[in-house]
């Protein structure tokens, strides 16, 4: 006799109830709730290519210029460097970008890069701060993105930090368009709440509209990566941030030297950078939270061929980073905005052929090329999207590989609504 289970036809049970149906329904639709909140997206498009970090002390409207000229200078005077890292031709675009509008998001610094300095002193110089940020954002050829850094939030050092940030907004006349202030430092996943309620009290004392200020955290502790009880600080961090931070930093000095890495292995490329980054990365996945790698030291001074050597060097972290996901970083020599534009730039125009053909043969049904899945998709579209962003490829461009591929569609395969032939079949 055979013990094999006896095979039931359908029929002879019913479905499951509603009733049942409602259970499940009731343990999961919260989740979803939950999930749609705390993992909207990401957001592409917009972000900058990097920050510029200068102290208070040396800031002024005419930086922009001055900064952009130097890294054209540069440029001028070690040609056949750049040429030879030029793999695709974008140097004309570099210069454009250059004299136009060279610095797309500003900080300017009151901690590290600014030292401590009589009260009566930095006071002038955040008014002076605000004022400069209120001008550059109504530039055209300004920065898109402002604000400052203030001193941290351990006791010996937030109320300064405080007082500067306020004489800043009143500098600036209130909040100037694209403006946030960064929080250095992070160490605890409370000390959010504290930065929340800053934002609170500043916006109820100095009238400004609710949830106007935003803020970003700067990575520079290990303890902001992994908390005591073991957790992902940053992660519950951002869970407390009340939807107001915006991105996060790497700083790469305090970080490698808080895990302690000699200063002359300390690099954006050394392990425990690039554990720490993966950890921001993760916790803030499908998040809408940018993540921006740190700067470098090394600036291209000394005999010609110490500048070949660091031109090259900046250049290749630069693509080092974009390969790995980090699609802005911190500058903070006008040199290095010559590098950053000529990487970011040859980065996203490389890619753009094989990106833009595999968008196309994934909108059109009847391509009998490449079938990606629409995740796939989706980051081939993020990637076309962050090129023409930055100037690496134009709209026209686009068009003449296919007539599909467009910035609209772009967007909407980002958004989800529209698809190729996996979602209309």
Not at 64 to 92: C, Y
Not at 240 to 264: M, P, Q
Not at 309 to 332: C, E, K, N, P
Request: with cysteine; charged share 20%; proline share 6%.
């Amino acid at each position: 006799m055979s013990n094999a289970p006896r095979s039931v036809s359908p029929s002879q049970h019913e479905r499951l109830s509603e009733a049942a149906l409602d259970r499940i329904e009731s343990i999961l639709g919260p989740v979803d709730e939950a999930l749609a909140a705390d993992f909207p997206g990401d957001r592409i498009g917009g972000q900058p290519i990097h920050t510029i970090y200068v102290a208070a002390s040396a800031a002024g409207v005419d930086l922009p210029a001055r900064w952009g000229q130097q890294a054209l200078s540069l440029i001028d005077e070690n040609q056949d460097v750049f040429d030879s890292i030029d793999s695709v031709g974008v140097l004309p675009r570099v210069r454009e970008a250059l004299a136009t509008r060279p610095i797309q998001d500003l900080r300017i610094d009151f901690e590290d890069g600014y030292g401590w300095r009589a009260d009566e002193t930095e006071d002038a110089h955040a008014r002076e701060a605000g004022r400069t940020l209120a001008s550059l954002a109504v530039d055209p050829s300004g920065p898109r993105w402002c604000g400052i850094r203030p001193k941290g939030l351990a006791p010996h050092e937030r109320r300064r930090g405080i007082r500067t940030l306020e004489l800043v907004l009143d500098g600036a006349g209130g909040v100037p368009p694209g403006f946030v202030f960064t929080v250095p430092k992070l160490r605890a996943a409370e000390q959010v709440d504290g930065v929340v309620a800053l934002c609170e009290e500043i916006e109820r004392a100095h009238g400004l509209p609710e949830r106007a200020l935003r803020f970003e955290l700067q990575i520079e502790s290990p303890q902001a990566v992994i908390g005591s009880d073991g957790t992902a600080t940053l992660a519950r961090a951002l869970g407390r941030a009340d939807g107001r931070c915006t991105s996060l930093h790497y700083g790469t000095y305090d970080y490698s030297a808080a895990c302690g890495i000699t200063s002359a292995q300390q690099s954006l490329e050394h392990p425990v950078a690039d554990h720490a980054k993966a950890v921001m990365l993760a916790a803030t996945a499908q998040t809408g939270i940018w993540v921006s790698d740190g700067s470098t030291q090394v600036v291209p001074s000394g005999t010609p061929a110490e500048v070949d050597s660091a031109i090259r060097r900046h250049a290749g972290l630069v693509t080092r980073s974009l390969q790995r996901g980090f699609y802005q970083g911190w500058d903070m020599h006008p040199a290095h905005l010559a590098t950053r534009w000529t990487a970011t730039l040859s980065f996203f125009r490389s890619a753009m052929p094989t990106a833009a053909s595999r968008v196309a043969a994934y909108l059109d049904t009847t391509s009998n090329g490449m079938m990606d899945e629409p995740a796939t998709a989706q980051a081939l579209a993020a990637v076309l999207v962050r090129g023409l962003d930055c100037g690496a490829v134009d709209a026209a461009e686009l068009e003449s590989l296919s007539p599909l591929v467009t910035r609209d569609v772009l967007h909407g395969l980002l958004a989800r609504t529209v698809g190729g032939p996996s979602a209309q079949s």
